[in-house]
């Protein structure tokens, strides 16, 4: 079972930044998936940004070129710079394991007042 942990989110303003990050209880393996999601209140969880196996990034098209994704031993990161009123939501941290085991953090709160 793995734990994950995140922190970071906040209240901001239109075109502030924040930095979220999401601890692993065990060492993230790069041949596995782990990232981030988002729920906005009356909307589906969405993709925000993972890391594929492989170490390649994948974005969802809302959050290219504003926000980066980055991983070290343990821990991913999600630098979001130009926030907007639309990325308000809880983001949740995930960690998929092979396609089979799938892990969710307990999620943070990040609104954008505008």
């Known amino acids: 079972q793995v734990q994950l942990v995140e922190s970071g989110g906040g209240l901001v303003q239109a075109g502030g930044s924040l930095r979220l990050s999401c601890v692993a209880s065990?060492?993230?393996?790069?041949?596995?998936?782990i990232g981030w999601y988002r729920q906005a209140p009356g909307k589906q969880r969405e993709l925000v940004a993972r890391i594929l196996s492989g170490g390649r990034p994948n974005y969802g098209d809302s959050v290219k070129d504003r926000f980066t994704i980055s991983r070290d031993k343990n821990t991913v990161y999600l630098q979001m710079n130009s926030l907007k009123s639309e990325d308000t939501g809880v983001y949740y941290c995930n960690y998929n394991i092979q396609g089979v085991y799938d892990y969710w953090g307990q999620g943070t709160q990040v609104t954008v007042s505008s």
């Open positions: 065990e060492s993230i393996s790069r041949f596995n998936v």
